[in-house]
């Protein structure tokens, strides 16, 4: 079984910071791409920042030079740190993985996860 769990979510005034996380555990072989995408309240599901397995990165024009996305591959786990936070960053912020997970001792398969999510409400 794989685990993908964010963590990090608060509320923040205008203006503020927050670092989110997001581990992945489990019976892995290798993980890929990994991203933050955010949902708010009526909208559609967006990518809003995305790191490959070689660390390159690319941002939404929305978050360009203000959140920094990073990953540790020691730990499985990816980073997005969010400044400059603006009301309409408000979401619920989710991640995603590329992983090659084992299924038994000798097949492994290429699977795509979602974390549970996490609240970021920015507000004063």
């Known amino acids: 079984q794989v685990q993908v769990v964010e963590s990090g979510g608060d509320l923040v005034q205008p203006g503020g910071s927050l670092r989110l996380s997001c581990a992945v555990s489990?019976?892995?072989?290798?993980?890929?791409?990994m991203g933050w995408y955010r949902q708010a309240p009526g909208e559609q599901r967006e990518l809003v920042a995305s790191?490959?397995?070689?660390?390159?990165?690319s941002y939404s024009d929305s978050v360009k030079g203000r959140f920094s996305i990073s990953r540790d591959n020691a730990k499985n786990t990816v980073y997005l740190q969010m400044s400059s936070l603006k009301p309409e960053d408000t979401a619920v912020y989710y991640c995603?993985?590329?992983?090659?997970?084992?299924?038994?001792?000798?097949?492994?398969?290429?699977?795509?996860?979602w974390g549970q999510g996490t609240q970021v409400t920015v507000s004063s």
């Open positions: 995603n993985v590329d992983l090659l997970n084992f299924l038994d001792s000798i097949r492994v398969r290429r699977s795509n996860y």
């Open positions: 489990g019976a892995i072989l290798n993980i890929g791409a």
């Open positions: 790191i490959s397995s070689g660390g390159s990165t």
